[in-house]
């Protein structure tokens, strides 16, 4: 669908320039190379920069494949509408002053007219657009990175300014670059859709300020995840999620967790900053699976060490060799030398040494990748080091520590798509990175099996209609719980005091006493709650409560709940935050303490398969205690899974639920029970 | 006493050699340029290189003031009395082939040698020194680094290598360089101490192994920190600190534990990787305090926010400006520009425009320090831009992000000594290295509060004495406790089942009942331990469980301690292990599962003050929940500090105790006790 965007045999510039400086006249040099046709449109030239000039895009001869649009904001919508009755299918719109100046009826005003000629628009407001092999620069930046197979889509053309000169300062080769602007026709899914099968492009490097359809983000992503990496940065972290400061899933599921989860569930890989944006997408390009345990090769003890550390504290595993290659080590190196991982091959060690040493160490079958270190001694001469570096199949990363001495060793390397590190740590993290694509990529091609669950839809859709206009639920969300099958303790709500105790005396004593008011939210710090209550305080507690609620607290009392008081059990809580982008945000958490001193807590986008589900309790750290610590009896978590997809379920069958908190929930050996819940309605 | 060393008049290679890159070639090819006197010494010639040659050190006509070594490892020894006769007070041993080889004879001997004439030596095993304020480069590396105020000391030679090429390409200037190798002599601590008085060395940067005496360190460290920084790395971190598993302090307290609670306690910046270790020296070159929050200066608003997201996660505030500064702002910035933290002043700002922003932040009281940001617009002059940085008096880093564009910008930031990151998020991390040495070096500072203890050693003393050969102390380890005023619950063992019941009648009902053993360790595990005993039930109970250790466990059964049942309070942990570098490593945690599963403990080295104690129970996450959570009163915090004192003291007092366990100690509104405790001596 984009293939004429970054393929065009014919460009046409509208608002091209003569005027030195202006972006209608960086435009045209920047497409001087182009292998393809280019014609500048401005009704005041009949040629600009040797290119033949039309006054209107519908007076040119030839069918054109793309327009790139830099003419003032207001004169936008006629161009597109010349444009779209041309019959040119995809455009990029430079101009600003649309709805990041405040301009939201302009832009809805082009985003209508594109729909209406099925345009493919870039911005408005953006940089434009690269496609190195092709020599299409329809930017107005200067700077055409080299020929390479990263693509770059940036929701910031400062950052790519930044990146093209990076780029050609560190001979980084990008295939395609797009500015994304203001996405109002097209967004980062589209493009990401269209890499996918873009056979010059190997990784794909996002950076993001927030999506425009978080679904179709996910639903795009997972594809083409399975076909080659996506490394994503994403800006405004804090703004909600890490500053998260309550129990609340509301409060602890903020926007950036709902990106985190997202980003994971879909196998994007996350970058937390920009040093790590490039690490990762430079790793990526060439390896996207690691296959046994790390080994490290050195000459430099200290670093080797540092190396090992890293290993260890980002979780991956240091390789255990074969006895063979030990053995085989021993044969070639000077006996005080290590031959364990990390691999001593000392200081006075020369290129030779170090490549035997290192084919060895690939030869053994536990090896998965080979973080090869080398400080700059007298004895080694680093290119042939580096010839031995490229003759390795297996997955293998540099550190060549050093400055001018290492240069042309680094180059070497990196015309075989080598990544070198000044730092063993960072070599140690990029190698994590890809550990990480990996398991996200097996669990996406993993097939999802299908669950059955029962429930009453019609019974919960007739308790929401109801309450509708009441925002949050309490007693009435234990209805619609019920009517999900998911276990709560027998209750009723007595609007008298006889009532009370015949709902007590049906269920049995001793029972929990709560009031149900729409006024009242946080009924136990108000002392609306009494515990324990035995058959002859029944009467004289429901008087207390109500009295309380209505002449102290002056709340409207509709009654009060009567609860089967159950028996104590593990508390974990399960919650649901409906998050703009990306729908419902399922929490699992270990309850009260743990998740307001801790934020222990785990996170999926619904829906949510079973092995999601088991996925979610045994990614808290307190998943040992639902194991049983101390000899203590295992919790029954498969009965937290059901919870947990029938919460799932519930989250996706009414969108006007937007928050739940199942808090807490009792585990028992067998079974479990929740013993407090609130449902929150749009 | 290091003068002569670093600055000396005279300086001899012994075993200087004219054969082309053999070490003592070297060696004196690299004092060419040095600004003194230098003597070659080798019976087999009369001149090497221009330099006069003398067959011994003692034919030498002058005074030498250092010694260089490169002669075979056999020979050293015989080659160090000659200096020591000569009266030659500094050397450096560059031979290997001592400790590092299995050759610890030959190391004792040599280092006997320099302790009987007084001699400083550095090494074995060592690259050499290097002063570049004189030119003295007394190593066998080709590469001199560019003058600079940065001191390097370096545990690995070959990292020194890879340091000095990548100063040379990054033109990074240092003072002082020294290879310790194996630190036979002189230690890191011995340079330390020389550097602090220094006047041209602003930073000391490490790489360490291991330290040789962990008090010396912490002493020379403290002091040395107050007047400069000190930035170190460790290699060897995940062996036991990070791999801790279980709950007890012996495992808890690995031994990278002791070292970055040692870092801390004086002073000493750590870094986590080369990286960082380069970042941190760099930007504390300069920057030694950071009063207000941090503003971000940007041309992007992409990196600008991740500056902003990365100071808040990394625990910094953001300046709020002043009115006054926002109408400043907004009088010189286009009206879409966002003059609050972080200031965007837009994508078509020009040098001019981004320097009247950061005057008017730097003015701004609330600011403390500056974030510039820039991305390589056609409008922004980076040089032009550099200057205006560079005349900012208030610490300022910058993000001027790109390659060759940038280039020369940075060079210019460089002599300003104002240092550049390719990534915002870099910059914040170092701006929080600041942060960090300035919080230290204000404690450090501190007058320490004394503090009288009252405790009856005799008595403890008589205990330690009479169970010297016992390994482990489970009764005996509350007796000890009592002696040092550390509360424990009334108890007694008793022999025979009336003397349980005896003890029981006195301290009053129910009671715990616990075996005595040395051979039953962990009594609960075993079975070994009845909880709230009634008074019917003591003498079956006393049946029950030495049956139960005699009979099923084989055990040599002591008797039968009897305990008073302590009403549940909160439970803490406080423990006590000996560390072989650094000594008492007294921990603190909330007991039971917070300790197993979330490792929230904090930990310091004895002897600790008050403020220590207070700091070590606020460092634990779960402090929260002895401050009182969800309206429940707060815990006796008091009480847990006079603990802690209290067990410093007992740790400082005798050296024969390894390690402790009060676990649990239960902690109520007033008061705490401790309900279980263990000792165990060397």
Chains 1, 2 share one sequence.
């Not at 985003?111 to 107005?140: D, K, Q, S, W």
């Not at 425009?212 to 992503?221: N, R, Y």
Request: with cysteine; hydrophobic share 45%.
């Amino acid at each position: 669908m984009l293939e004429g965007m970054f393929n065009p045999k014919v460009v046409a510039i509208i608002g091209a320039t003569p005027k030195e400086g202006k972006v209608g006249n960086i435009l045209l040099k920047n497409l001087k190379n182009f292998k393809g046709k280019v014609y500048a449109v401005n009704p005041k030239y009949e040629e600009i920069l040797g290119f033949k000039c039309y006054p209107n895009i519908e007076s040119i001869p030839d069918d054109v494949d793309l327009a790139v649009i830099a003419v003032p904001a207001k004169a936008v919508p006629e161009v597109l509408e010349s444009c779209g009755r041309k019959g040119v299918k995809n455009v990029v719109v430079i101009t600003a002053g649309f709805k990041e100046a405040g301009n939201y009826a302009l832009e809805r005003r082009i985003t209508e007219i594109c729909r209406r000629y099925g345009i493919n628009m870039v911005g408005p407001n953006c940089l434009g657009i690269i496609n190195t092999h092709n020599n299409l620069n329809a930017t107005f930046s200067k700077v055409m990175p080299p020929k390479g197979n990263i693509a770059f889509l940036s929701q910031s053309g400062a950052f790519i300014l930044a990146v093209l000169d990076w780029a050609k300062s560190n001979n980084v080769g990008f295939s395609k670059i797009v500015s994304l602007g203001n996405k109002a026709v097209l967004d980062e899914s589209d493009f990401m859709r269209f890499l996918a099968e873009d056979d010059k492009t190997d990784v794909i490097m996002l950076y993001l300020e927030g999506v425009s359809d978080g679904k179709k983000f996910m639903d795009v992503a997972k594809e083409v995840s399975k076909v080659k990496p996506i490394v994503a940065v994403k800006s405004g972290r804090t703004e909600a999620g890490a500053k998260a400061a309550s129990s609340h899933t509301g409060s602890l599921a903020g926007s950036f967790v709902a990106y985190r989860t997202a980003f994971r569930q879909s196998g994007v890989v996350e970058a937390e900053s920009i040093e790590d944006l490039f690490d990762y997408t430079l790793i990526l390009r060439r390896i996207r699976s690691i296959s046994g345990g790390i080994a490290i090769v050195t000459n430099s003890g200290g670093p080797g060490v540092i190396a090992a550390d890293a290993v260890e504290e980002f979780g991956l595993n240091l390789a255990k060799f074969d006895k063979k290659t030990i053995d085989r080590l021993k044969s070639i190196l000077p006996p005080i030398a290590n031959v364990y991982n990390p691999v001593d091959v000392l200081g006075d060690a020369d290129a030779e040494r170090f490549g035997k040493a290192l084919k060895i160490v690939e030869e053994d079958p536990n090896v998965g990748a080979i973080i090869a270190i080398l400080t700059p001694t007298a004895q080694i001469d680093f290119v042939k080091a580096s010839e031995f570096v490229a003759s390795v199949d297996k997955p293998i990363v540099t550190c060549f520590m050093g400055g001018e001495t290492v240069a042309d060793a680094i180059n070497l390397l990196k015309k075989h798509g080598i990544v070198n590190f000044l730092d063993p740590v960072k070599a140690v993290k990029s190698l994590n990175s890809v550990k990480k694509y990996e398991l996200m990529k097996i669990k996406l091609e993993r097939e999802v099996e299908s669950i059955e669950i029962d429930v009453d839809t019609d019974n919960a859709r007739k308790i929401v209609e109801k309450y509708r206009d009441r925002r949050v639920l309490t007693d009435k969300s234990f209805d619609i719980l019920k009517s999900y099958g998911i276990p709560v303790p027998p209750y009723g709500v007595a609007r008298t005091a006889e009532e009370a105790l015949e709902i007590a005396d049906e269920i049995g004593y001793p029972v929990a006493m709560k009031i149900v008011s729409p006024d009242i939210l946080h009924k136990t710090d108000v002392g609306c709650v009494k515990l324990n209550v035995d058959r002859e305080k029944v009467i004289p507690t429901f008087y207390e409560l109500v009295k309380r609620a209505e002449d102290y607290l002056k709340a409207d009392v509709e009654g009060v709940m009567v609860q089967k008081m159950m028996p104590a059990g593990r508390e974990v809580i399960v919650g649901m935050k409906r998050d703009p982008q990306f729908g419902a945000l399922i929490m699992f958490g270990m309850g009260g303490i743990y998740v307001e001193v801790f934020k222990d807590v785990s996170f999926r986008i619904a829906p949510i398969s079973k092995s999601d589900a088991y996925e979610m309790i045994k990614e808290v750290k307190s998943y040992k205690i639902l194991k049983g610590v101390r000899g203590e009896k295992p919790s029954d978590i498969d009965s937290l899974v059901d919870v947990l997809l029938r919460i799932s379920k519930l989250s996706l069958d009414f969108e006007e639920i937007v928050e739940m908190d199942l808090n807490p929930i009792f585990v028992y050996e067998k079974g479990c029970c929740v013993v407090d819940a609130k449902i929150v309605l749009r």
